[in-house]
């Protein structure tokens, strides 16, 4: 867990995680197959997730698998605007992992 750690710097690893993305599709997933889903960085590799997802959960990671998602087109009045892409992963905890975002002690 840790050697993944080593060979990437710390700061870095601090910043690759955005935000944990809770809705009822990510719910679903993590429930069926104990996945968890983030949003990160868009120049975030699958080790970086890894390793930073072990280092800030001290959890043992099975895989990673990646999306880049599209932004909207909208508009406001008459002046059209897109937002901006976003970058999300799935990482799939080893078998009795778990990570809870509620905060409450497990």
Do not use: W
């Not at 997802?53 to 990646?66: C, G, I, P, Q």
């Not at 998602?69 to 937002?83: A, F, I, L, P």
């Amino acid at each position: 867990m840790n050697a993944n750690a080593k060979k990437f710097d710390a700061g870095r690893l601090a910043q690759i995680l955005v935000a944990p993305i809770i809705s009822e599709k990510a719910t679903r997933v993590g429930e069926k197959h104990n996945q968890v889903l983030f949003k990160v960085l868009r120049d975030a590799t699958k080790p970086e997730i890894k390793a930073a997802v072990e280092l800030m959960f001290k959890v043992d990671v099975a895989a990673v698998r990646t999306l880049v998602q599209k932004g909207k087109v909208k508009r406001v009045g008459r002046s059209t605007g897109r937002r901006d892409h976003v970058k999300k992963a799935y990482v799939a905890l080893e078998p009795g992992q778990e990570l809870n975002f509620s905060g409450e002690a497990a």
